[in-house]
């Protein structure tokens, strides 16, 4: 039914537009209290089996919704409502900024894929820190904030620019992530090399203990799949050096050769982040590194081109604690998270694991014995 209707509707409609009625229906649906309840009842049904805890968090499972979708925090309690297990809102930035100029967002619909060049675009990290404290919670979820920066703020100034926002919305996160692997502000993956990120997670780290001192609110960094295997590997051993919690891999790629693309070469080559299917091998090769390097001693994170429920099982198997989706969720609807609840379900219940937390990692240390 979804597919009929992403053909006959959003397919042909401007990307970035189609985005935002979904979001604006999504928002009606969880404000009404009789069919927001119907809705998460077929939607989000419980797995006991799946419950996850991360991070010193509890979760109803593993599957989260990646950051990119809601930028702004307003629509946490409409994607819960669909099945994400958590929302993780933003990217934010520490002043508000319209991002890129338009058209600025492509849909790949024979790869399964999105190019996005949309640059931040958010409301600033004042705005969404009032959005935040001002939310009354409809269900329960865990909230992640991902923060970058600014884009006219020099990369001598980052860290401050970082700061701030970390000062205004640690209190709100049940989770921070710092992202220095976008490709669309210009100078910020710069921030991955291990002598720039050093001071910024520290500086991070510092500002949220500040702020926050009630309790300690778990920080993650999410890489590029484009880094080399050597900085994969330095990036690890600096978030273990630094404890930090946890790393997300990845966010989208700049690559387009070697990836099998097979939509219209005047689409490939928009500039910008490649998300979606055409991800998925890379990503779960940084994952395997990652987990071969850090083992249990932080908290990875699988996202890149997670379609279904078997994505989302090998990312567990070669490592990841908690998995996360976005591209896919155009492509497959309302029911994409619910799919892939059922099917982890199914997976771990005919695998040798007695739990879920069992399987993370599982194939990896096989390889690596």
């Given at each position: 039914?979804?597919?009929?209707f992403?053909?006959?509707?959003?397919?042909?409609m401007?990307?970035?537009?189609?985005?935002?009625m979904?979001v604006?229906?999504i928002?009606?649906?969880?404000?009404?209290?009789?069919?927001?309840?119907f809705?998460?009842?077929?939607?989000a049904?419980?797995?006991?089996e799946?419950?996850?805890?991360?991070?010193?968090?509890?979760?109803?499972?593993?599957?989260?919704?990646?950051?990119?979708f809601d930028?702004?925090?307003?629509?946490?309690?409409g994607?819960?409502?669909l099945?994400?297990d958590?929302?993780?809102?933003?990217?934010v930035?520490g002043?508000?900024?319209?991002?890129n100029?338009?058209?600025r967002?492509?849909?790949?619909?024979?790869?399964?894929?999105?190019?996005?060049?949309m640059?931040?675009?958010?409301?600033?990290?004042a705005a969404?820190?009032?959005?935040l404290?001002?939310?009354?919670?409809?269900?329960?979820t865990?909230?992640?904030?991902?923060?970058?920066k600014?884009?006219?703020?020099p990369?001598?100034?980052?860290?401050?620019?970082?700061?701030?926002?970390?000062?205004?919305?640690?209190?709100?996160?049940?989770?921070?992530?710092?992202n220095?692997?976008s490709?669309?502000?210009?100078?910020?993956?710069?921030l991955?090399?291990?002598?720039?990120?050093?001071?910024l997670?520290?500086?991070?780290?510092e500002?949220?203990?500040?702020?926050?001192?009630?309790?300690?609110?778990?920080?993650?960094?999410?890489?590029?799949?484009?880094?080399?295997d050597?900085?994969?590997?330095?990036v690890?051993?600096l978030?273990?050096?630094?404890?930090?919690?946890?790393?997300?891999?990845?966010?989208?790629t700049i690559?387009?050769?070697?990836?099998?693309?097979?939509?219209?070469p005047?689409?490939?080559?928009?500039?910008?982040?490649?998300s979606?299917?055409?991800?998925?091998e890379?990503?779960?090769?940084?994952?395997?590194?990652?987990?071969?390097?850090?083992?249990?001693r932080?908290?990875?994170?699988?996202?890149?081109?997670?379609?279904?429920?078997?994505?989302?099982?090998?990312?567990?198997l070669?490592?990841?604690?908690?998995?996360?989706?976005y591209?896919?969720?155009?492509?497959?609807?309302?029911?994409?998270?619910?799919?892939?609840?059922?099917?982890?379900?199914?997976?771990?219940?005919a695998?040798p694991?007695?739990?879920?937390?069992?399987?993370?990692?599982a194939d990896?240390?096989?390889?690596?014995?």
């Amino acid at each position: 039914m979804y597919e009929l209707f992403f053909h006959l509707v959003f397919k042909r409609m401007d990307p970035e537009r189609a985005h935002h009625m979904a979001v604006r229906w999504i928002r009606l649906t969880a404000a009404v209290p009789v069919l927001r309840t119907f809705v998460a009842a077929l939607l989000a049904p419980r797995h006991k089996e799946l419950r996850t805890e991360a991070l010193g968090l509890r979760m109803h499972g593993p599957f989260g919704l990646a950051a990119g979708f809601d930028k702004n925090a307003v629509a946490i309690d409409g994607m819960a409502m669909l099945g994400f297990d958590h929302v993780e809102i933003g990217t934010v930035t520490g002043e508000p900024q319209p991002g890129n100029p338009k058209k600025r967002l492509f849909r790949l619909v024979p790869d399964r894929a999105l190019i996005n060049r949309m640059g931040f675009n958010n409301e600033g990290s004042a705005a969404v820190a009032r959005r935040l404290n001002e939310r009354v919670p409809v269900f329960r979820t865990v909230v992640g904030v991902n923060i970058g920066k600014t884009k006219v703020v020099p990369e001598a100034e980052a860290v401050a620019d970082y700061v701030k926002s970390t000062e205004r919305l640690a209190r709100h996160a049940d989770y921070l992530v710092v992202n220095v692997s976008s490709p669309n502000t210009p100078g910020l993956r710069n921030l991955q090399a291990t002598e720039a990120l050093r001071p910024l997670l520290t500086a991070v780290r510092e500002a949220a203990d500040r702020t926050v001192t009630d309790r300690r609110v778990p920080l993650l960094v999410k890489i590029a799949p484009d880094l080399a295997d050597e900085d994969v590997d330095a990036v690890a051993d600096l978030a273990v050096e630094l404890a930090l919690d946890g790393i997300i891999a990845t966010n989208t790629t700049i690559a387009r050769e070697g990836l099998g693309l097979t939509a219209d070469p005047k689409l490939v080559a928009e500039t910008g982040g490649l998300s979606g299917a055409p991800l998925k091998e890379r990503s779960l090769e940084v994952l395997r590194r990652l987990y071969a390097r850090v083992g249990d001693r932080l908290v990875l994170v699988g996202v890149g081109g997670i379609e279904n429920a078997e994505d989302a099982w090998q990312r567990i198997l070669a490592g990841a604690t908690l998995v996360q989706g976005y591209s896919a969720f155009i492509y497959e609807g309302p029911f994409y998270a619910r799919a892939v609840h059922k099917g982890l379900a199914a997976r771990l219940k005919a695998s040798p694991y007695a739990t879920l937390a069992e399987a993370v990692g599982a194939d990896t240390r096989k390889a690596t014995a």
